[in-house]
């Protein structure tokens, strides 16, 4: 009795066992039909007396139980895809690590990454140039998952001063450090608007983070009157989805009206 107790305690996590992914409509229809497309995100890390910013191409994930969706899907949107975790494991995502900007762990963080960058341009060995960019590479590739706690947050227009990005508990998707289709960092300047923005993802277009349909947990959408909707689209996604699994996705579908005022 007393392991199934302590069993039961370890299993009952305060995370749950699901990835979302909030989009728009175009959107979810687009992953359910191609997968994932991986885009560059602008991001900010400030410290103390140190700030650095840089374009990252990922695809974010929120760990969120569907009570917490409520605030989450007012940013993102109400059209979500909830994947297992387990499929998150075997594609390699990991959390993204916080970091308080009132802190020395930000600041000195951006300067051993200077540091690194003028140790690399003293280097005249071409070999040893090239294996030591290796590990190097492989520090910077960390800035890639890290986040401050709480900052500015700007999205569709929108200025929010002190944001908790820690409560999205995030999980990131970005491309191997050394893909050879993929520039794993961009300087700020060059995707400042849209439009610069869609020239470096248009480089990147044919790279994707697949899953298969039975990876689905949950799709959400944003009333009950697209559910029939999005069945319809399910059966039109030839190859990709078949009738049992249209059938229990059919029983998986959630709304975002139902999450606000049920869950």
């Known amino acids: ?9 370890i299993n009952n996590s305060l995370y749950p066992d699901i990835l979302f992914h909030f989009t ?17 995100a ?44 387990e499929w998150a494991n075997r594609q390699g995502l990991n959390p993204v690590l916080y970091v308080n900007k009132h802190s020395e762990f930000a600041d000195n963080f951006n300067a051993a990454l200077n540091g690194i960058y003028r140790h690399m341009n003293k280097l005249r060995d071409g070999e040893h140039f090239r294996g030591l960019s290796e590990d190097y590479m492989k520090i910077f590739d960390t800035y890639r998952y890290i986040k401050n706690y709480e900052g500015l947050l700007k999205r569709n227009g929108k200025k ?27 300087p700020i300047s060059n995707i400042k608007t849209k439009k610069q923005k869609d020239v470096y993802n248009q480089k990147i277009d044919g790279i994707r983070l697949s899953f298969q349909p ?8 944003d009333n009950d009157e697209e559910i029939n909707g999005l069945i319809s689209y399910l059966r039109k996604v030839k190859g990709r989805f078949d009738k049992a699994t249209i059938d229990r996705l059919s029983s998986r579908i959630l709304t975002a009206e139902q999450i606000h005022n049920d869950v």
């Open 1 to 9: 009795m007393v392991n199934k107790i302590m069993k039961e305690k």
């Open 24 to 40: 728009t409509k175009d959107g979810l229809f687009s992953i359910l039909q191609k997968t994932f497309k991986v885009s560059y």
């Open 42 to 85: 602008r991001e900010k890390i400030e410290g103390k007396s140190s700030v650095r910013e840089f374009g990252v191409p990922m695809i974010s994930f929120c760990d969120l139980k569907l009570s917490e969706h409520k605030v989450h899907m007012n940013k993102y949107g109400k059209y979500g895809i909830g994947l297992k975790k």
């Open 160 to 186: 929010i001063n002190n944001f908790r990005f820690a409560d999205e508990r995030e999980w990131r998707y970005v491309p191997p450090i050394n893909h050879p289709d993929v520039q794993p960092f961009v």
């Open 214 to 221: 039975n990876d689905i947990k949950y799709l959400i959408i």
